[in-house]
């Protein structure tokens, strides 16, 4: 792989790794994220879901999320465990996603509250960590017995936990995650010593344990331990943690990648991603282009060709061929954590090579599966964001449920500012069009993005600047645009030339008061179901649209402890399209209300009304769409017609929900 390389202050790459000291990158960065704390969301859809999540974080005891970490240290709880997962053998694996979130959202808001979180569970911590006596951190039941087995060369993966433990590796990942974030953006300290005695632990755990055994152990769920012990290499030079990160490399999986090859059906999908991430921080530390090749091959695999229309992957949390699409529409589909990791994913290979079609992919699965995720009513998680037509989503419960995609949830809404705008040296990079302002204190510049997109075409720039600032601007010119994108700076029209899914850079002495005015032509169009001509979805822009179909036959309550409760609940009937691929879009009308759509005399049995993917919520609905032409419907109308009567009957008498093991 060639992959530009520029030269790039060294302190200004390690600000864009997260990193105060310790070890300079070996690569070159094009791009790099602002701290959190630099960009600000404005009023619209996605500062409505990071204050949701603010203020369930906020809701949460940070003393129940604590409780198993005290018994398990020796130490008296303060209060009770949660339910769900944090009853179970990934107890503590929320703390560490908690962490990672107050953490995020303290840069995000100023919240001081967020920073008094922090700084508390770490000194609580710290407390346990000192019981345990050697470094050791969790609320793992059985963690020490578990680990102990490790030391002493004994690895069983019989039914892929490790020990009789569920996934004990990824939980201590997700400790490390928290507490390294904890530091980044708190300036906690004392975080980065608990984490480095917690790695310095893992060091001594695995330290006689010969090749074999550790990939024997890798068979196990082990989460990004490769990527938090990269990053702790990258804050403290400690070349342990590198040795470790490297020995976090699972051949079985990441082999076949580095070689360009796609092994990947028939494998558990989230297990994957994080394994990728931590190579591509490899690649960022070490410079070692293996670890840069499988991680640009398994995006383009999963993103690519793997992925559904809202961004998101697998079914039944697995990968599956690639020519099964068609049985592939059910109610397990896309886990919202595989989403998750892949949007980091994403920054990373932004960061290296700054590419529009990366951004086009995140700005779709940001949309239309991380922002459709998060019930507005009470900011809970959607786990499996089903593609059954007919289906719907399920929550989980404040208390009782702490699945993965939980953990993940709270960071995703804290996250919503990471990708907006990236910069270089000397340019800046607008890659999402949400309301919002970033600071760039040293530039001394300040630009403020005006914007009711996708509701919509339109978002305004203005820049504020102590003194004039020479920058090139570069503008996402987004593959769904239906033209290019019309420009203006000061009122005056901009010459746009190149291609969608690339940039338009307007490289000028930018002055205080500037304004720059961006059209972005949006229309509707179709996505073919990979490998299918008869089951397309209708987007708008980037915007998956659904079908609404009412709340016929759900369970009065959407909100379950177990994520697949209503995995088997019967779908509602769902209509087909009625037409030819050419005069699909001539029957979807726009109504008054944005966004909103209605089919003409198109869907059978009855016309329907398309919104937002991720403005469908406690109702059922269809994203895919089967498509008949006049003949066929002639020839199955009697049979879909008895089908709808059954499915009704059905949905009086639904069945119970059965569980998927991971």
Not at 43 to 51: E, I, L, Q, S, Y
Not at 66 to 84: H, I, M, N
Not at 215 to 222: F, G, I, K, P, R
Not at 338 to 344: E, G, I, P
Request: proline content about 6%.
């Amino acid at each position: 792989m060639n992959l530009k390389r520029f030269s790039i202050l060294a302190a200004a790459a390690m600000i864009a790794c997260g990193a105060r000291a310790g070890v300079q990158p070996a690569i070159g960065f094009s791009a790099q994220q602002f701290p959190p704390k630099d960009v600000r969301l404005l009023d619209g859809p996605f500062k409505d879901a990071m204050d949701r999540d603010a203020k369930y974080l906020l809701s949460l005891d940070p003393d129940r999320l604590l409780s198993g970490f005290r018994s398990e240290a020796g130490l008296k709880p303060k209060a009770a465990r949660y339910g769900g997962w944090e009853s179970s053998g990934l107890a503590g694996h929320t703390l560490g996603h908690y962490l990672s979130a107050c953490s995020r959202m303290y840069q995000a808001t100023g919240n001081q509250k967020f920073l008094e979180r922090v700084n508390y569970i770490v000194a609580q911590l710290a407390e346990c960590q000192k019981a345990n006596g050697n470094g050791y951190l969790a609320a793992i039941p059985k963690g020490k017995e578990i680990f102990g087995k490790v030391a002493q060369g004994e690895i069983d993966t019989r039914g892929f936990g490790l020990n009789g433990g569920w996934s004990p590796w990824y939980t201590i990942h997700k400790e490390l995650a928290g507490l390294i974030d904890s530091y980044r953006f708190c300036d906690d300290s004392q975080a980065l010593d608990i984490a480095t005695n917690l790695a310095n632990w893992v060091y001594d755990t695995t330290k006689n344990l010969s090749a074999e055994q550790w990939q024997t152990m890798l068979v196990c769920e082990y989460g990004g331990m490769n990527e938090a012990l990269a990053n702790l290499y990258g804050l403290t030079g400690d070349r342990r943690y590198l040795e470790l990160a490297e020995k976090f490399y699972d051949n079985a999986v990441l082999a076949p990648l580095a070689a360009g090859q796609d092994d990947l059906s028939g494998k558990h999908d989230n297990t994957q991603v994080p394994k990728i991430v931590g190579a591509a921080r490899l690649y960022e530390l070490t410079g070692q282009p293996r670890y840069a090749d499988l991680a640009r091959f398994y995006w383009e695999c999963v993103a690519l060709h793997r992925s559904y229309v809202i961004g998101g992957s697998g079914d039944n949390e697995g990968f599956f061929p690639t020519n099964q699409w068609a049985s592939h529409l059910n109610a397990a589909t896309c886990e919202t954590c595989c989403t998750y990791n892949m949007l980091k994913l994403t920054l990373h290979l932004f960061e290296w090579s700054p590419s529009a079609t990366d951004m086009d992919f995140y700005e779709r699965a940001l949309y239309n599966d991380i922002l459709a995720s998060q019930d507005p009513d009470t900011g809970m998680f959607v786990y499996l964001m089903s593609l059954q037509p007919g289906g719907f989503k399920t929550y989980s419960t404040p208390e009782n449920s702490f699945w993965c995609c939980v953990g993940t949830g709270m960071e995703n809404h804290s996250r919503y500012g990471q990708a907006i705008y990236l910069h270089g040296n000397d340019s800046l990079y607008v890659n999402l069009f949400i309301a919002s302002e970033l600071s760039w204190p040293e530039k001394g510049l300040t630009v403020r993005q005006d914007t009711k997109f996708p509701d919509q075409d339109t978002t305004r720039l203005t820049f504020q600047c102590q003194q004039p600032v020479k920058l090139a601007l570069n503008i996402r010119w987004p593959a769904w645009a239906e033209s290019a994108p019309g420009i203006s700076i000061n009122g005056k029209t901009q010459i746009v030339s190149g291609q969608p899914s690339s940039y338009v850079t307007l490289d000028r002495e930018w002055q205080d008061g500037d304004v720059v005015k961006i059209h972005l032509p949006m229309s509707l169009h179709t996505e073919p179901l990979p490998g299918t001509t008869n089951l397309l979805a209708v987007l708008y822009g980037p915007i998956v649209l659904a079908g609404e179909l009412g709340t016929n036959g759900m369970p009065a309550d959407p909100y379950a402890p177990d994520q697949t409760k209503f995995v088997k609940w019967p779908p509602a009937p769902a209509p087909v399209f009625v037409g030819d691929n050419h005069s699909i879009l001539k029957r979807i009308r726009a109504t008054r209300r944005p966004l909103t759509f209605r089919t003409r005399h198109l869907a059978r049995p009855e016309d329907v009304t398309l919104v937002p993917f991720y403005d469908v919520q406690h109702q059922r609905y269809t994203v895919y769409w089967r498509v008949l032409s006049p003949a066929e419907w002639k020839q199955q109308r009697a049979e879909i017609e008895t089908q709808w009567q059954q499915q009704s009957s059905l949905m009086k008498n639904p069945a119970a929900g059965t569980n998927i093991k991971r």
